[in-house]
């Protein structure tokens, strides 16, 4: 598995050029949805993309306004993802896909799956945006927010130091071993891109309220009639563990999976194990699942 298994590709929708990767063949298709900050495809799928590819036809957009995709008319919500993930899966000509999402792109597949359950046949949330009704540290940070000069000063500080991105990602992720300079560089060339903040910005000041966050689902996840899988690390510190627990419990057809040693970024905390994990989930092997998680622990 390498990047030689990862194709580049591009297709228009309406007034924008979208970007998104390929991997593997098939009838059966899966679609990974990354995250929002300085996330992108590439980033969040490097490793799970040629593996996913050994069994499906696996595809890994760039959300509007990130990685390499245009924003065009793009509304950069919870429902503007889930219409644009709509006329994305038009346009490939897949009528009926299993979505796996992390963080902001699990909050967006599982409203894609509420809006549009005919399209979905499995549904893997991880680590995902959705099931809590505040953000970390919310009083806080609902203020910082609202003031777009503070963002931009950020992002300008991770753009000008190795440094700050290598502490950024110690929040992330879980394992220490996972931050290496490679992986610090990637974060941070795509820090030094112009604009890099504005989509997950734009999503942020809309999503935060005063009290609380606007996109909370948990009430409607039993509306769900199709398997739902959640894969959550154990360190997460951006979604607590007692939310995805929470939401497990609402499902008709739910799993749980817990990730040892892992937080928001399970995928790249501990790559291998992670795809274990996730192809035995797709695959409705869930005993498998947890032994692969407690074994690569």
């Avoid at 050029?17 to 059966?28: F, K, L, N, P, V």
Wanted: with cysteine; hydrophobic share 40%.
């Amino acid at each position: 598995m390498s990047m030689e298994d990862i194709r580049s590709q591009e297709l228009q929708l309406g007034s924008a050029r979208i970007h998104y990767y390929t991997s593997g063949q098939g009838e059966e298709a899966v679609v990974l949805l990354h995250g929002g900050g300085m996330d992108e495809a590439l980033l969040s799928w490097r490793y799970t993309l040629p593996y996913l590819g050994q069994h499906f036809a696996v595809t890994a957009p760039d959300w509007p306004g990130y990685g390499q995709s245009e924003v065009g008319e793009s509304d950069l919500t919870l429902e503007g993802n889930a219409a644009f993930l709509l006329n994305f899966l038009d346009a490939l000509g897949i009528e009926r896909a299993r979505l796996v999402g992390i963080s902001l792109g699990g909050g967006s597949a599982l409203q894609f799956a509420l809006d549009h359950p005919q399209r979905v046949s499995q549904l893997v949330l991880v680590d995902s945006y959705g099931f809590q009704s505040r953000a970390p540290f919310h009083r806080l940070a609902y203020p910082f927010i609202q003031q777009d000069l503070w963002v931009r000063w950020t992002y300008a500080w991770l753009a000008r130091s190795r440094a700050m991105v290598r502490w950024t990602l110690g929040y992330i992720l879980a394992n220490r071993q996972a931050i290496t300079d490679e992986l610090v560089e990637e974060v941070y060339a795509i820090c030094r891109k112009p604009g890099v903040w504005k989509s997950f910005y734009a999503f942020q000041k809309h999503e935060m309220l005063p009290h609380g966050l606007r996109s909370v689902l948990m009430d409607r996840l039993g509306e769900l009639e199709l398997p739902v899988t959640i894969l959550h690390g154990d360190r997460d510190q951006a979604v607590p563990l007692a939310d995805a627990q929470a939401a497990a419990r609402r499902l008709r057809d739910g799993q749980l999976v817990i990730l040892p040693n892992s937080g928001h970024w399970p995928q790249r905390d501990h790559p291998e194990r992670f795809n274990r994990v996730l192809l035995a989930c797709l695959q409705g092997r869930y005993a498998d699942a947890r032994a692969a998680a407690e074994g690569g622990a």
